[in-house]
């Protein structure tokens, strides 16, 4: 039996909308914004480069394990109580790491974050869904794309800013993103709440991973771009800003933060400009863009060719937002909208898993092997996952891939 509270009402809202996609651009911005600072944080610590990787892994483990346990924690207590209280924990978690001063608090700082951007992007990643007015039903693949694909570019850009504007620079840069989000988190438990509450929150806390059986084809083929797109992500977030420093010898924290920038930037431009594409299009741009620009980045490395890896990042950008945003116009019309939370969840895994694992690999690489060695396995893995993608795609029988494509994203389940 469903239990309904009495706030609930159906509800479509623009305004809503685009509040969920400033909710979930500026989760994401919270993430990259500490990357240009990175570097700044290894010297004042006295940390080597496997302790200052750890620092950027620990937040995917919080996010990951929170996935597992209360990936529909939002099915049981509502939208907006888990977003709200996702958002609040989000602005302690950057308290902490704006005035941490040790190694330990930094790492719970992360762990913390990565609780908080957990609940955030798997809770309003459904409530988006469910405050779209019917006109803008077919774009809400398109916001969970472009929106966090934004954020990122945001988050790193205004890090690297303010750490050339500014002396010191973390305080002030985290107290803008921490009132930025106090301020959305409020306006958030003004929405009205559009979903049953169902009994069984103890049990949902169970370690799970569920797909929708109509779904589950679907997202095992677009798997390889997930990867191949969230571990481009993961690279450039966790050593961008070292490449930039160290291979190119950029000294402005804002080029360095660019680095990120870029990539997010060109992501979240060429997702919207290309969206009414067909998801099969998208996907093979993406995947070709992500295997070329890789290893073009590579040369661009040995060859210290800075010009190059700058406008090479732009055609990485293409293929990780283009990837990503046709995987999930791939996936989303097979899935029900009870189901949505759980599916995004799984989602949200394999992406993190991605994002995470491969870059703490290569952390640990580079104090082995040295920075330009390990850049260029991750590459040559990175760009294998999406050679692996773009013949899934190619080999499929053109009736199969029409018939995969069909819904159109006006035509979203729910």
Do not use: K
């Amino acid at each position: 039996m469903s239990i309904q509270p009495a706030d609930v009402r159906p509800s479509h809202s623009t305004t809503g909308f685009i509040l969920t996609i400033v909710a979930i651009a500026l989760a994401m911005a919270a993430s990259t914004a500490s990357s240009p600072f990175y570097p700044q944080i290894q010297d004042a610590l006295h940390l080597d480069i496997v302790q200052i990787t750890l620092v950027f892994a620990v937040y995917p483990a919080g996010l990951l394990a929170t996935l597992l346990v209360a990936g529909s924690l939002c099915d049981h207590l509502g939208r907006r109580p888990v977003a709200f209280a996702g958002l609040l924990m989000l602005a302690v978690s950057l308290a902490l790491f704006a005035w941490g001063d040790s190694l330990g608090i930094l790492l719970v700082a992360r762990i913390l974050q990565g609780i908080a951007t957990a609940l955030v992007v798997a809770t309003v990643s459904t409530y988006m869904a469910e405050l779209a007015p019917p006109a803008l039903a077919g774009h809400v693949a398109l916001a969970n794309a472009a929106g966090p694909a934004a954020g990122l570019a945001i988050g790193a850009v205004f890090g690297g800013i303010m750490l050339d504007l500014a002396s010191p620079a973390l305080t002030p840069t985290f107290s803008v993103m921490i009132v930025l989000i106090v301020v959305i988190a409020a306006l958030v438990w003004l929405l009205p709440e559009v979903a049953l509450r169902r009994p069984g929150v103890v049990g949902s806390l169970l370690p799970r991973l569920r797909v929708p059986r109509a779904a589950a084809p679907t997202l095992l083929r677009v798997t390889p771009a997930i990867i191949a797109s969230w571990g481009t992500g993961g690279l450039f977030i966790s050593l961008g800003a070292h490449i930039a420093a160290e291979v190119f010898e950029a000294q402005s924290h804002t080029l360095q933060g660019a680095t990120v920038g870029i990539l997010a930037a060109s992501a979240t431009a060429a997702t919207i400009a290309l969206w009414r594409w067909s998801s099969r299009t998208l996907l093979i741009i993406g995947a070709l863009a992500l295997a070329a620009g890789t290893l073009a980045s590579i040369v661009a490395v040995l060859t210290a060719s800075a010009l190059g890896y700058f406008a090479i990042i732009v055609v990485i950008g293409v293929g990780f937002g283009l990837s990503y945003a046709g995987s999930l116009r791939l996936v989303l019309p097979h899935v029900a909208r009870e189901d949505r939370a759980g599916l995004f969840s799984v989602i949200y895994v394999i992406a993190y898993l991605s994002f995470s694992v491969p870059a703490v690999i290569a952390g640990a690489l580079i104090s082995l092997i040295g920075l330009i060695p390990a850049i260029i396995g991750y590459g040559v893995l990175v760009s294998a996952f999406a050679l692996v993608a773009l013949v899934a795609l190619l080999v499929q029988r053109p009736g199969a891939a029409r018939a995969q494509d069909a819904p159109e994203p006006s035509r979203v389940v729910g």
